[in-house]
């Protein structure tokens, strides 16, 4: 809800003072509720303030504003203090939420408190075909909210199942757009892996809920990290020209899903993730390091899936495997599933289905071939089939000779 007061923010007044004399400098004037508006605090607060660093003589009024408002600018005196506090960061959005407040955020929204059911898994994959075992395995890991590897040979899905997960779960939750402890700012809110999901203001229902801005309402997270994947991504890192940190993936993905997509193949060697991680997984929270050098513990509260086409204990020993309860191979499709592919996508792609063609495929470029299905191939075969028909300006209908031809494209190298 709405702070009533800075202290009940947990928000000192030169914390504030520091965020609007940093966005007068940045933009020249601003009324009071622009001001309010940008750094996320009631106009009531905000006002009061602005008339004490006025008596402070920092800032002046430059005109009235609409509704009992002021347009403000900064004095010399406010102009030198702002850049004082420019030069230390330069930061001035939200004003942020205690460290205290984001962990009971992140307790009340915790994967440990949901348990979805078989129906919001059959929802979460509902446009991918998966058989019964498949579903009745990947259930209780979802549900566990602990961890899972994910392994197969490629093609089969993998990415596809751990990019859903997180629909089994609720849609939504809060999080802080930044987060404040002893000075230090951490930017949690990250428009790149956060989708916001704001609430309708129809009949002023932000309004009358009062609701505290400072927080931002997002689709409960799926963040993959593949191959480009840096122990700097996993620990709290600052910009050093704007003294602006910025939290870690796992903090970032905290009530979601964290996808580690390749496992195996990224550019920190395995035994440092496993060595990082090992702790987190087990307790349940992780330590990170503030750049001041503070130390502090927060929950490590995201169901984590490791997606790779190696072998598990090729990759990991058996200490970090013990700690990844569910293993769940993604195997290839039977002949069934196969053919149903293709009756499905056939049709969603544009393309008129062929039977025959599907028989002719099967008996010339897997049996004759020795080849297995996967469940990728039907998808990608048929857009082929369709890029063709499109160039060509023939009829959209899948034979037995476009499929020859999108086949010796597709497995001349495979």
């Not at 004399?21 to 009061?48: H, N, T, W």
């Not at 930044?178 to 230090?184: K, N, P, W």
């Not at 293709?342 to 049709?347: Q, Y």
């Not at 028989?359 to 470029?365: A, V």
Request: glycine share 6%.
């Amino acid at each position: 809800m709405e702070p009533r007061s800075f202290r009940h923010a947990q928000l000192t007044d030169s914390a504030v003072e520091s965020l609007i004399l940093k966005y007068l400098l940045a933009r020249g004037d601003a009324s009071g509720r622009d001001i309010a508006e940008q750094i996320r605090l009631p106009f009531v607060l905000v006002d009061a303030l602005l008339r004490q660093l006025k008596i402070d003589q920092l800032v002046v009024h430059r005109g009235a504003a609409p509704m009992n408002d002021y347009q403000y600018q900064l004095s010399e005196l406010g102009r030198e203090r702002g850049r004082r506090y420019f030069e230390q960061c330069s930061y001035f959005g939200s004003a942020p939420v205690a460290l205290a407040d984001y962990l009971a955020g992140v307790q009340a929204q915790s994967l440990a408190g949901q348990h979805p059911t078989a129906e919001a898994l059959h929802a979460a994959f509902a446009d991918l075909l998966l058989n019964k075992r498949m579903l009745d395995r990947l259930g209780p890991a979802i549900s566990s909210g602990r961890g899972l590897f994910l392994f197969g040979p490629p093609g089969n899905g993998k990415t596809s199942i751990a990019e859903r997960v997180t629909a089994a779960f609720g849609e939504h939750i809060w999080i802080p757009r930044t987060i404040g402890i002893d000075g230090e700012i951490i930017r949690l809110y990250d428009p790149v892996n956060h989708a916001e999901a704001p609430l309708a203001e129809s009949g002023g229902y932000l309004d009358d809920r009062k609701l505290d801005k400072r927080w931002v309402r997002i689709r409960r997270p799926t963040i993959i990290a593949g191959g480009e994947l840096t122990m700097s991504a996993l620990e709290v890192t600052v910009n050093t020209s704007t003294g602006i940190s910025e939290a870690p993936l796992q903090m970032k993905s905290n009530c979601g899903t964290l996808v580690i997509d390749d496992f195996g193949r990224q550019r920190m060697p395995v035994d440092e993730l496993l060595n990082r991680w090992i702790v987190p997984l087990e307790k349940r929270f992780d330590f990170l390091s503030l750049p001041n050098g503070k130390k502090i513990s927060v929950p490590f509260d995201q169901l984590i899936i490791f997606s790779t086409n190696l072998e598990p204990r090729d990759l990991v020993d058996e200490a970090f495997l013990r700690r990844i309860p569910y293993k769940i191979e993604a195997i290839d499709p039977s002949e069934d599933e196969f053919r149903q592919l293709f009756r499905i996508l056939a049709p969603k792609i544009g393309l008129e289905h062929s039977e025959e063609a599907v028989d002719y495929l099967i008996e010339s470029h897997y049996r004759a071939e020795d080849r297995p299905f996967r469940f990728c191939h039907p998808r990608d075969l048929l857009l082929q089939v369709a890029n063709y028909c499109a160039y060509h300006n023939t009829p959209l209908a899948v034979t037995s000779e476009l499929l020859d031809l999108a086949c010796e494209n597709y497995f001349s190298v495979i």
